[in-house]
């Protein structure tokens, strides 16, 4: 079955404690992106990446970084996470082809105490 | 960058009736604008989209019209059923598809 899967679902944290959101997908995408949720707010792009060692930041970039070693992974990494950081957090894919269609995962759900 | 209104945040109809959901949008160079639904806990599915060289696309009850000149998108919903329930959003892509404007997003809900 084509999937994007993220991990945890859900976790609870503490200001500064460094953490990882993992995302992997089994469609042989070139493209995988990050956005966070918020209530009024829509889904806002934090980075993506166009293949293997190649990202780029998207709209709000600030306290994320993200890494792209292998072609179906793209782990979300927060350093040293806020409280503003809380927020549901999604993984998408897609491939290079006209459509641009995303593929997401089912969302990760964080807070930052 | 773009940037993407919608409107409104919530719609609340009644079971049958039609609904209505209008982005718009700033940058002209924009060309393709898809309509994202999300389902509760699911990620967002993409419905239907549209290319800006047509002005209209329908798929069974759901169309999308589009309006270059005014610089707005609207997802239209006939004959509401429950399970049309979901939070909307709509995007315009840019970059090549790399970064990705969506709009605030419109909770549906249909009553039965």
């Known amino acids: 079955e084509a999937q994007v899967t993220q991990n945890p679902r859900y976790l609870i944290t503490v200001t500064g404690k460094k953490l990882t959101v993992t995302c992997s997908q089994n469609?042989?995408?070139?493209?995988m992106s990050w956005y966070r949720q918020d209530p009024g707010l829509g889904l806002r792009q934090i980075y993506y990446?166009?293949?293997?060692?190649?990202?780029d930041k998207g709209d709000v970039p600030e306290g994320y970084k993200v890494s792209r070693k292998e072609k179906r992974n793209f782990p979300l990494i927060l350093e040293s996470p806020s409280p503003n950081q809380t927020s549901l957090y999604f993984c998408?894919?897609?491939?290079?082809?006209?459509?641009?269609?995303?593929?997401f995962g089912e969302g990760s759900r964080l807070t930052v105490l | 960058g773009e940037n993407v209104e919608q409107h409104p945040s919530t719609l609340s109809v009644q079971e049958g009736d039609s609904a209505v959901i209008k982005c718009t949008y700033s940058?002209?160079?924009?060309?393709?604008f898809p309509w994202y639904k999300q389902e509760l806990g699911k990620g967002p599915q993409l419905i239907i989209d549209?290319?800006?060289?047509?002005g209209e696309k329908k798929d069974q009850r759901i169309a999308v019209t589009l309006n270059k000149t005014a610089k707005h998108f609207s997802l239209h919903i006939t004959e509401t059923q429950p399970e049309d329930s979901a939070v909307y959003f709509c995007?315009?892509?840019?970059?090549?598809?790399?970064?990705?404007?969506f709009g605030s997003g419109t909770k549906l809900n249909v009553k039965p």
């Open positions: 998408a894919s897609r491939t290079t082809g006209p459509t641009g269609e995303l593929f």
């Open positions: 469609m042989n995408h070139e493209y």
């Open positions: 990446s166009m293949n293997v060692e190649v990202t």
């Open positions: 940058d002209s160079a924009s060309n393709y």
């Open positions: 549209i290319r800006s060289n047509v």
């Open positions: 995007a315009a892509p840019r970059y090549n598809f790399n970064k990705f404007y």
